[in-house]
């Protein structure tokens, strides 16, 4: 089956550290995002990719990285200049709209949840 | 920031009731989408409607669209106890080609057995 898988499910952080979540997809598609939820609220968004090699800022990306080295993968790195790392971390992928059009849904993983220790 | 403003923010009906949600959204847009996220999981895509349309159906959902109130309404028919869930509305402004969607703060439904 397709789809979207996110490790660890929960993840603790200590002070001073930096910390990685995976998401992974092999639905091929060539967008990928990265969101933040706190509790009772909306997603927020971090940083997206569009293709291999190329990621832009979202409305939150102080404290966190990212790369994309592959087409499958576009981890996560919650540095230690994040101050409030605490929130449920969501991936999600999309067919690109430059080949296929707009109007296309966002698929996305089951999460991490990050506390700090 | 958070374009769409959902109401009402908790919801609880019976089983077999219909459910109405609403998003408002602030600047033009391409499309809404609707979002269902049940507890510690992650977001399941509902329903996609354009910004051309007025309403859409999939299954016992509805949506409609009005563009010049700049508002959307999510109605669920013969509500299930399944359908205990957060739902999300999110707007579609494509920036340079990617899409940026900028959800809801959500509707929180309880339907009660």
């Known amino acids: 089956d397709g789809g979207i898988t996110q490790s660890p499910k929960y993840l603790f952080r200590k002070e001073g550290q930096n910390v990685t979540l995976s998401c992974e997809q092999n639905l091929n598609h060539d967008a990928m995002y990265w969101y933040r939820q706190d509790p009772g609220q909306g997603l927020r968004l971090i940083y997206y990719s569009q293709i291999v090699n190329d990621f832009q800022k979202g409305d939150i990306a102080e404290g966190y990285s990212v790369s994309r080295e592959k087409k499958e993968s576009f981890p996560l790195t919650v540095t230690s200049a994040q101050k409030n790392p605490t929130a449920f971390y969501l991936c999600a992928s999309s067919i690109d709209q430059y080949t296929r059009g707009s109007n296309q849904p966002q698929h996305f993983g089951d999460g991490t949840r990050l506390s700090i220790l | 920031s958070q374009q769409g403003e959902e109401d009402p923010q908790a919801l609880s009906i019976q089983e077999g009731e219909n459910a109405t949600m609403n998003c408002s959204y602030k600047?033009?847009?391409?499309?809404l989408q609707w979002y269902r996220q049940n507890s510690g999981r992650g977001l399941v895509h509902l329903i996609l409607?354009?910004?051309?349309?007025r309403e859409k159906h999939s299954g016992r959902l509805r949506v409609t669209l009005d563009t010049s109130k700049k508002s959307s309404s999510l109605l669920i028919t013969a509500s299930r106890a399944a359908d205990t869930a957060s739902y999300f509305c999110a707007t579609d402004t494509q920036i340079q080609g990617a899409q940026k969607l900028v959800f809801g703060q959500g509707t929180r439904l309880t339907i009660n057995p």
């Open positions: 409607i354009r910004s051309n349309e």
């Open positions: 600047t033009s847009i391409n499309n």
